[in-house]
Every structure is written in C-alpha cells, then in structure tokens.
C-alpha cells in the first residue's frame, strides 16, 4: 500500500535554533504533498500546499518566512522551521496525493516537535 | 466559515454497538468525502471515501452514508470493537490533487 514516512518522528530543539522535516513518499511519485499542523485534541490545520518544483503555497496565516517548504522532487518536500520557539512546539504531519483508480491521500506518521 | 462541520464530539459505546458519525458540508462544489481514523500520536489513516455519484459505501465493517441534498454524510461502524477506539476525522475536497477540509474530530471509545 502508499506509504508516506517522515523523518525524525520525534525532535526536541533550543529556542532560535532551525529544524527540519522531512516528507517521502516511498512507493509512488507525489507532485502534490501537504503540511498539516496538529494540536492536543484538535483537528488539523493545514499549513502549506508544497508543489514539486515550484513555491508553496502557504495558507493564510501562516509565516512563508519561519516554516520553509521544498519539494525537491517528485518523492521527497521538507519542512524547516526557522528560529524556533516553544510555541512552535506541536505535531507535524505531512501527506501526498496518489493516484491510482481515484486520487488518494495518504498521511505520514507525524513529527512531534519540541521547542525548550 | 468552517467548511466541514463534525458531530459529536465524542462517543462512547459498548462493544458490539454501532456508532454513527456525522458531517455536513456547505461547499456543493466538493466531489470527494474521506473518513480517516488517528490513533495518539499518530498521522490519520485512510478508512474509506465516497463520490456524491453514490449514496452509500461498505468496506468491511465501515460504512458511509451520503445525503447530497441535505449536504451530509456520515460514517457508522458495525460490530464496534475496543480496537476501534481512536479518532475520526471527515474531510472534503473538490477536484484532483486539491486540499482538503477537515472536521473537527470526534473521539470514539469502545467499552469492552
């Protein structure tokens, strides 16, 4: 079946520092994957639509700026938070569009993001 | 606006019941409907989806329900078990490769 996977699924950071997600697609090519935010008992909030080889699109309200977004090619978009602060802290989830009979979305398993 | 509105909010039921879970929508434009399931700490799962072309979708013991005039659909679960116990999030979307708008979630516990 589809597998998205992210990487690290866990990462604890300093206040200022960066950190960066990474998002693949294992088992098929994704021109299309998402970023989604998630907080304690809440749905998610999509972040940003990350196009293969062209900008993000972010959703407004979100910072362009602090969370950067590439999707470098067809199985692979990473996340970077810039100059992190604890409120930056929360579980990031990524997906990918895969087409088979119908267009599908999978979701990976989610990044729990530290900020001390 | 909120595109997706999700009720309840959280369910009990006992195992073997049949919960019921359900979304309505504004946006007519929206021609995909997915139920995903999150366990803690992990990224949702699809469960199974429905084009407004149908009225009803069976996939082992989930079904979804569709009400393309009421704007609605639902997902029920037979023969419950504590295994199912997580929670599940609706979504719509319109067209190919386009986002997706969530409900809010409800939790489900199955009692054994």
């Known amino acids: 079946g589809a597998v998205v996977s992210q990487h690290p699924s866990w990462v604890i950071c300093k206040s200022g520092t960066s950190v960066k997600i990474e998002c693949r697609s294992l088992?098929?090519?994704?021109?299309?994957m998402f970023w989604y935010r998630q907080f304690p008992k809440q749905s998610l909030m999509l972040m940003a639509t990350?196009?293969?080889?062209?900008?993000?699109?972010?959703e407004q309200g979100v910072e362009k700026d602090k969370f950067l977004i590439n999707h470098a090619s067809l199985t692979l978009s990473t996340l970077t938070v810039t100059s992190a602060h604890p409120e930056d802290s929360s579980f990031y989830i990524c997906?990918?569009?895969?087409?088979?009979?119908?267009?599908?979305?999978?979701f990976g398993p989610g990044t729990r993001l530290t900020v001390t | 606006q909120q595109q997706v509105k999700q009720s309840p909010q959280s369910l009990i039921v006992q195992k073997g019941g049949i919960p019921i879970i359900n979304c309505a929508y504004e946006?007519?434009?929206?021609?995909?409907f997915p139920w995903y399931q999150q366990f803690p700490g992990k990224g949702p799962a699809l469960l199974i989806a429905i084009r407004p072309d149908v009225s009803e979708k069976k996939e082992g013991r989930f079904t979804i329900s569709f009400n393309k005039s009421a704007k609605q659909f639902s997902l029920h679960i037979m023969d419950s078990q504590p295994g199912d116990s997580a929670t599940y999030f609706c979504a719509a979307s319109k067209g190919n490769f386009n986002k997706f708008y969530f409900g809010s979630g409800t939790k489900l516990n199955v009692k054994p």
């Open positions: 997906s990918a569009y895969r087409q088979l009979s119908s267009y599908e979305q999978y």
């Open positions: 946006n007519t434009a929206f021609d995909y």
């Open positions: 088992d098929f090519q994704a021109t299309t």
């Open positions: 990350s196009n293969e080889g062209s900008k993000a699109t972010y």
